[in-house]
């Protein structure tokens, strides 16, 4: 089993949708990181988190550590929005982040 | 804003060759990793280096990679004999103590 999930896998939403991504851990973490990958481009971090909310612009992530989940949620979506994004946690006493399989999001005009 | 660079941005390179993927951090960042992203599938964990040693690595960092801080800035990856399966984007990313990761934008290695 992955140690960190994420659904939907793939996302299709029109232009103005609210958005939500979600992301699962089956590990302790000391903080989780939202990432966001264009098409053929680099990586992104978008948040780092480990507890709370937090929020940038459209963007809003949140974290329930004892649920040991997150949500990425993307208001007033556009065009430029499209991309995969990817929960990453950071494993507690270890230094290693593990990278979920990420969520292909579309926005359609 | 500072950023972490990779270069070559494209490695072309003969099965079995070695191939040495290269990496500035950001200055003041302690943590460094590699993660390799091979086409369509999903970015995974190599190795994880701090303190100029590595701290963590995945079961794919196997002898054939190794890692190095050479000079106090350059952080590099090395891959011996290269097979085709290693091709994928390499990507470097760093970070200080409790703050975002920052990654570089690939080195794209393809193995003929």
């Known amino acids: 089993k992955n140690e960190v999930e994420q659904s939907p896998q793939n996302l299709t939403a029109q232009e103005g949708e609210f958005i939500t991504i979600n992301c699962s851990y089956s590990v302790g973490i000391s903080a989780l990181h939202w990432l966001q990958q264009h098409p053929g481009g680099g990586i992104v971090s978008l948040f780092m988190?480990?507890?709370g909310k937090k929020k940038h612009g459209r963007l809003i992530a949140t974290i329930n550590i004892q649920e040991k989940h997150s949500s990425l949620h993307i208001t007033a979506s556009h065009p430029r929005d499209s991309a995969v994004y990817i929960c990453?946690?950071?494993?507690?006493?270890?230094?290693?982040?593990?990278f979920g399989p990420g969520t292909s999001l579309s926005v359609i005009p | 804003e500072p950023e972490v660079t990779q270069t070559p941005s494209h490695q072309v390179t003969q099965m079995g060759q070695e191939v040495i993927l290269r990496c500035v951090p950001i200055s003041n960042h302690l943590y460094f990793y590699w993660y390799r992203q091979i086409l369509g599938q999903k970015v995974e964990f190599l190795v994880s280096?701090?303190?100029?040693?590595?701290?963590?690595k995945s079961e794919i960092f196997d002898d054939q990679f190794s890692v190095e801080r050479p000079d106090g800035s350059n952080f590099t990856l090395k891959i011996r004999s290269t097979k085709l399966e290693d091709s994928a984007m390499y990507f470097c990313a760093s970070r200080g103590t409790g703050t975002l990761l920052h990654f570089g934008n690939g080195t794209r290695l393809t193995v003929t």
């Open positions: 280096f701090y303190n100029n040693e590595i701290s963590e």
């Open positions: 990453a946690v950071e494993k507690t006493s270890y230094d290693k982040v593990i």
């Open positions: 988190l480990s507890s």
